[in-house]
């Protein structure tokens, strides 16, 4: 086998006990960059912390008709 085989075995186990993978993790990551590029320019980690709220909570934002 090779390094990297050894090197992760034990989570390559732990994945036939659970099926589950970091898939969503990779999800919210990628959004989670999104909106860094969004909050280019702002001044303060605050403005950059709302902008991954808006963004990941998926909020519905329109005016009601």
């Known amino acids: ?9 034990d989570g390559v186990l732990r994945w036939f006990e659970s099926q589950i993978n970091n ?8 959004l989670i960059q999104s909106a860094k590029a969004k909050a280019r320019g702002y001044r303060t980690h605050k403005n950059f912390i ?3 709220y808006l963004i990941l909570g998926k909020l519905d934002l329109r005016i009601p008709t």
């Open 50 to 52: 709302n902008m991954a």
């Open 23 to 30: 898939g969503i993790l990779e999800g919210f990551n990628s």
């Open 1 to 9: 086998m090779s390094d990297t085989v050894l090197n992760h075995w």
